[in-house]
């Protein structure tokens, strides 16, 4: 069973940066996909961008441009940098990792951005 498990969330201003990391406890070669997803209070959990095991990135259209994933697959870790965020990316946000025939969630990291 993998974990993955989040962190780097936190209080930040409008306008200023954070950087989350999902440290998964095995290998994430075997994922072919890996990505973030975020839930805000009373809406449903939505997309925030996903990389491929070849690092292909891909983006929802309200962080593009401002949010990059990566991935480091020796520490077996995926990044969200995030920068000039704003009060509406306050959210919980969830690491997500696909392999075949099955993927997984961390317990997510809650970000809070003040206006």
């Known amino acids: 069973q993998v974990m993955l498990v989040e962190s780097g969330g936190g209080l930040v201003q409008s306008g200023g940066s954070l950087r989350l990391s999902c440290v998964a406890s095995?290998?994430?070669?075997?994922?072919?996909?890996m990505g973030w997803y975020r839930q805000a209070p009373g809406k449903q959990r939505g997309l925030v961008g996903t990389?491929?095991?070849?690092?292909?990135?891909n983006y929802a259209e309200s962080v593009k441009g401002r949010c990059t994933i990566s991935r480091d697959n020796a520490k077996n870790t995926v990044y969200l940098q995030m920068n000039s965020l704003k009060p509406e990316d306050t959210a919980v946000y969830y690491c997500?990792?696909?392999?075949?025939?099955?993927?997984?969630w961390g317990q997510g990291t809650k970000v809070t951005v003040s206006s």
């Open positions: 990389i491929t095991s070849v690092g292909r990135g």
């Open positions: 997500h990792a696909e392999a075949v025939g099955r993927d997984y």
């Open positions: 095995g290998s994430i070669f075997s994922f072919y996909r």
